[in-house]
């Protein structure tokens, strides 16, 4: 048996674009049509058994709020990946995410991240124009989701995963 | 609740005999730490219940054991520690899950002058709802408000998109009946006038459409401060009752205009309003009685001036209005039994017009028995006013 590796990712976006759903639909398999807003940070564990090595995922959820620095920022020290999360039937959650791409980029530009399009079961009220998407597709790989659906859920969280971790730390850890 | 307090404060000061405050804060649901030059934490004081529950009685891996309180103390609390500011720093509420559920808590990290930097952790218990109910409130009011913006700015563009495509044909065929009325057949004259009238009438149905439901709301606090001279509106109320008597004499209908304001004290005061759209409030009422104006009768216009502004009346000796109808009538979309759906808005477009600039319109019964319309303006108080009429 190959030994675990600990990886914390962090969700960020607005609130209401559907963080808390998409953690407990990846996690739990679970989706409620009930908003309950989440206050400060939850921490979900998910164990995902790749080929030659175990990943725990510590799924942060951070609330959502607009801005994006001081404690906030703190907490994505140690990430090892961020999704960021916006609801595809609110084009200004997409304006709001590029802002925190930005900011993410000043301070930790390494981290690997995706952007979750979500809603995606809701696509003929999207809100976003395709030279918008374009636009953003140039910046961040893109998922479009829906926590409700489950479409591109389990993909999403197995692409940053993916990405977190190196291939020699796979080896590394097979190794050992 | 209280009780509950003084219990639990009870038991634990029992348990504490060093040091009280440490019992109270205890019996608060903070446990307090004190980091050690080792780096270690050690327990100030009483631990609370929930602690050893959450955490287990081993504050070490309690820590280590808690993704969030690891993060804080080593990305947060620890620079802060080092750089030693006065003020703590906190670390937002977090949510813990075990077989009990949810708990949410809320860790410090304090500076104190004569003691080793203290990381204090509470217990939110049942203040965590409220918080939590706040947010949610405003989160759900937000998005609300939001939707409702959506659905202004929807009814905005279609509103837009239909005065668009009803006004552009209307165009044509106003200019094409202009010509027809000047054929030299009689018949053909009088179906071309009947024709134009109506063409104009939804004209002007379609140019109130669009601004009673336009939302730019900008525009309203703005009429409130407009003022115009009583002399403009007698002058604009004598503008509409010209422009509609050849069409009422068709019907052998006369209008009448009962001027009290020009000559008198009040002619050369000002009333909150403005020349146009009071035109337009004037004209909507006229053709309104107009239509329901019996053969061989007068409708009346009458303008007075009263102690608090200026009141309007439009009289006809109509059947007057059903009386289920009487308290929707200012209403959007209200309409008679008898009328051609020109009412369904003129009406409405009245109210708001008058009520933008802080008047009153109302309904009443004539004294034939007919609908008498009547609306006020206030007068608006100038310094020149003032000094005028002392
Ligand atoms: N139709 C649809 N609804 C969704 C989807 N994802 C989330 N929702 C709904 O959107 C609302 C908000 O979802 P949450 O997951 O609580 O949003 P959040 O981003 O965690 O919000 P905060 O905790 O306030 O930051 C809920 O009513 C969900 O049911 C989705 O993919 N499709
Ligand atoms: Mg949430």
Redesign the interface.
């Known amino acids: 048996m190959s030994k675990q590796i600990k990886k ?1 990712i962090c969700l960020i976006g607005s ?2 674009v559907g963080k808390t759903s998409l953690v407990s639909k990846y996690v739990k398999g679970i989706f409620s049509e009930k ?3 989440t ?6 564990q998910k164990a995902i058994q790749l080929p030659d090595c175990e990943v725990l995922l ?1 799924v ?1 959820d951070l ?2 709020e607009d801005d994006f620095q001081g ?1 906030r920022l ?2 994505i ?2 990430a090892s990946g961020v999704l960021f999360v916006a609801d595809g039937t ?1 084009s200004e959650t997409l304006q709001l995410t590029q802002q925190h791409i930005d900011r993410l980029g000043e301070f930790y530009s390494d981290i690997p991240t995706l952007l979750l399009l979500n809603k995606a079961d809701l696509k003929d009220r999207w809100e976003i124009t395709d030279a918008h998407l374009n636009d953003v597709e140039s910046r961040v790989e893109v998922f479009h989701t829906s926590a409700k659906t489950g479409e591109n859920v389990e993909d999403a969280f197995s692409r940053i995963t993916e990405m977190m971790i190196s291939p020699e730390e796979r080896a590394m850890e097979a190794f050992l | 609740m209280a009780s509950d307090l003084a219990h639990q404060f009870s038991d634990r000061s029992l348990s504490s005999e060093a040091d009280p405050l440490a019992a109270v804060l205890a019996s608060l649901d903070y446990i307090v730490l004190e980091r050690g030059g080792d780096g270690a934490f050690h327990l100030r004081g009483t631990a609370p219940q929930w602690f050893a529950s959450v955490y287990g009685s081993d504050i070490k891996s309690a820590i280590a054991g808690s ?2 309180l690891s ?1 804080f103390v ?3 609390a620890l620079p802060f520690w080092q750089a030693a500011p006065a003020a703590p720093v906190r ?5 813990e ?1 075990d077989e009990q559920g949810e708990q ?1 808590f ?1 860790a410090i990290a304090m500076n104190s002058a004569n003691s080793p930097p203290l990381l204090v952790i509470q217990s939110l218990g049942l203040r ?1 709802e409220e ?2 109910m706040l ?2 409130r405003a ?2 009011n ?2 609300e408000h ?1 939707q409702l913006g959506r659905e202004v700015q929807k009814k905005d563009v279609l509103l837009k998109c239909i005065v668009h495509d009803l006004n552009n044909p209307l165009g044509a065929v106003l200019l094409n009946l202009e010509v027809l009325a000047m054929s030299n057949d009689e018949e053909v004259q009088g179906a071309a006038l009947l024709a134009l009238e109506a063409a104009r009438r939804q004209r002007s149905l379609i140019k109130s459409i669009s601004e009673v439901f336009s939302s730019d709301l900008s525009r309203l606090g703005r009429d409130r401060e407009c003022a115009e001279e009583v002399s403009e509106l007698v002058r604009g109320a004598a503008y509409v009752v010209n422009m509609h008597l050849n069409q009422a004499l068709r019907r052998s209908v006369s209008i009448l205009l009962e001027d009290g304001l020009t000559g008198s004290v009040s002619g050369n005061r000002k009333v909150s309003g403005e020349l146009e759209p009071f035109v337009r409030a004037v004209e909507n009422l006229v053709l309104n009685a107009l239509r329901y104006a019996p053969r061989d009768s007068t409708v009346t216009v009458r303008i007075a001036a009263q102690e608090k502004g200026i009141q309007v009346q439009v009289e006809d000796n109509g059947p007057g209005v059903e009386p289920n109808l009487i308290s929707g009538l200012f209403d959007p979309f209200i309409q008679g039994t008898t009328n051609q759906g020109a009412m369904g808005l003129g009406l409405y477009f009245c109210r708001m017009t008058v009520e933008q600039w802080g008047g009153a319109i109302r309904y009443d019964q004539a004294p034939g028995g007919g609908a008498r319309f009547v609306f006020t303006l206030p007068w608006v108080v100038t310094d020149a006013h003032n000094s005028d009429g002392s």
């Open positions: 914390k609130f209401g908003y309950l807003s206050v400060g940070v939850m921490i979900s510590m942060w609330a959502g404690l703190s907490f020290k140690g609110r | 993704p969030f993060c080593n990305e947060i670390s937002g509420i977090w949510t899950v949410h809320e965590y918080i939590q947010t949610q989160n759900e937000a998005l939001r």
